[in-house]
């Protein structure tokens, strides 16, 4: 009996040790803690959430909802699968440099909303995360593409604890991005925008970027967001925006 056990802890502890992803990986990252928002949920436009969908909550800034339906291209490829998928590719490129991740929704089902964009911000406070990257895409004019990112402006009680490291987390990005080879947008001046609306960004107590990979309703973005390769890129291009931060 008691050889019996003795094989058992063996066992046991030969199964630990050898286990995949039971240690985070030495990296660049390592100590880091990274939320990924992807945007949106597939089921946001089913009527049978549409009262958690309508939920309202002041911001800092404005009323605003708890979530919408996200926008598409124009073949109708919907941007919370977008978001999704760079998402996950994304989270193993950053985990392979030693970060732990957290992702904001666990799933990408017509059956699922959410979360609220003020539980996504709340996801990241509490993980205490050294930053979130919220990845959306733009449903702009046709004739332009290409990404940019958004910032909050400083709203006393809301952003103020951290809009100066909101602003270097979205020029990094777009430097980063840019650099890594991101198609960068010819629509918004600098990739660029600034915001005082943004409910993810105004919640957030940890530096925060939302960045718009590129626009859903541009023929050209919209070839590359439809392909896994295409979806590859966005995530090193996010990746490459990450890795300049925290150099
Ligand atoms: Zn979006």
Redesign the pocket.
Known sequence: MKRLIIVALVAIGISISSAPNVQALEGPLSGKTIVIDP??QLGNGSREFADEINATKFNGAIVKGCN?T??ATNAGFP?ATL?WKIAKQLRSMLESQGATVVLTRDSNSRSKWGPCVWDRAGIANAAKADAMISI???GGPSGGRGFFVIEPVRIKGWTDDVIEVDKRLAADMIAGMKAAGAPPSTYIAGQRMVSREQSTLNFSNVPTVIV?VGNMRNKKDAALMMTSAGQRHYATWLLAGVDRFFK
Do not use: P, R, V
Request: hydrophobic share 10%; charged share 25%.
């Open positions: 945007g949106h919408t996200g926008t941007e978001n959306h895409a733009d718009e």
